[in-house]
T-cell receptor, first 114, second 112 residues
Framework: GENVEQHPSTLSVQEGDSAVIKCTYS??????FPWYKQELGKRPQLIID?????GEKKDQRIAVTLNKTAKHFSLHITETQPEDSAVYFC?????????????FGQGTILTVHP | KAGVTQTPRYLIKTRGQQVTLSCSPI?????VSWYQQTPGQGLQFLFE???????NKGNFPGRFSGRQFSNSRSEMNVSTLELGDSALYLC???????????FGEGSRLTVL
């Protein structure tokens, strides 16, 4: 089955710096890659996603890149703010009838220091 | 538009007991997925139901089961509880096609 590796497990940055989180996946059939943010004690919420027919997607301070050949995708957060502090999860799905079946990475605890 | 609702939010059980968790998806969503979240294992997929049929299944023992009703509400059941079943159980709904999974707040199960 699919396996998703996520690095780093913890990331500490100063406010205003950039943060990058990287994930690799094993199943070449995966074609949908969402990123979720989970604040302490709250539900995971989608922040951005990318499909395999796109190499990069951007939404304000957040961007995701996908390299299908290398089977890795990354989350980039620019101009970080204290409210970006949370756990970030990458995930992969083969789509089709499996959009509800996500394989998640282990998560990255991001801390943004004021 | 109401979000995904899970009940109960917290519960404590003892080993050997069974538990039933409930999930009401967003109106119009026909797919309901269940995930187990633990500090050690992260978020792991349990199963997905679509139009009352189990469409996908994760690698969990048969003690974990679920079902979906005609109104798309879903329940999951864990029988013969073990200490290792202590976790946050998250339900997520989606339309069933290519789209975002919306998670509920979760049901936190503690097994003593």
């Amino acid at each position: 089955g699919e396996n998703v590796e996520q690095h780093p497990s913890t990331l500490s940055v100063q406010e205003g710096d950039s943060a990058v989180i990287k994930c690799t996946y094993s199943d070449s059939a995966s074609n949908y890659f969402p990123w979720y943010k989970q604040e302490l004690g709250k539900r995971p919420q989608l922040i951005i996603d990318i499909r395999s027919n796109v190499g990069e997607k951007k939404d304000q301070r957040i961007a995701v890149t996908l390299n299908k050949t290398a089977k890795h995708f990354s989350l980039h957060i620019t101009e970080t703010q204290p409210e970006d502090s949370a756990v970030y999860f990458c995930a992969a799905s083969t789509g089709g009838t499996s959009y509800g079946k996500l394989t998640f990475g282990q998560g990255t605890i991001l801390t943004v220091h004021p | 538009k109401a979000g995904v609702t899970q009940t109960p939010r917290y519960l404590i059980k003892t080993r050997g007991q069974q538990v039933t968790l409930s999930c009401s998806p967003i109106s119009g969503h026909r797919s309901v997925s269940w995930y187990q979240q633990t500090p050690g294992q992260g978020l792991q997929f349990l199963f997905e139901y679509f139009s009352e049929t189990q469409r996908n299944k994760g690698n969990f023992p048969g003690r974990f089961s679920g079902r979906q009703f005609s109104n798309s509400r879903s329940e999951m059941n864990v029988s013969t509880l073990e200490l290792g079943d202590s976790a946050l159980y998250l339900c997520a709904s989606t339309t069933g096609g290519a789209g975002e999974l919306f998670f509920g707040e979760g049901s936190r199960l503690t097994v003593l």
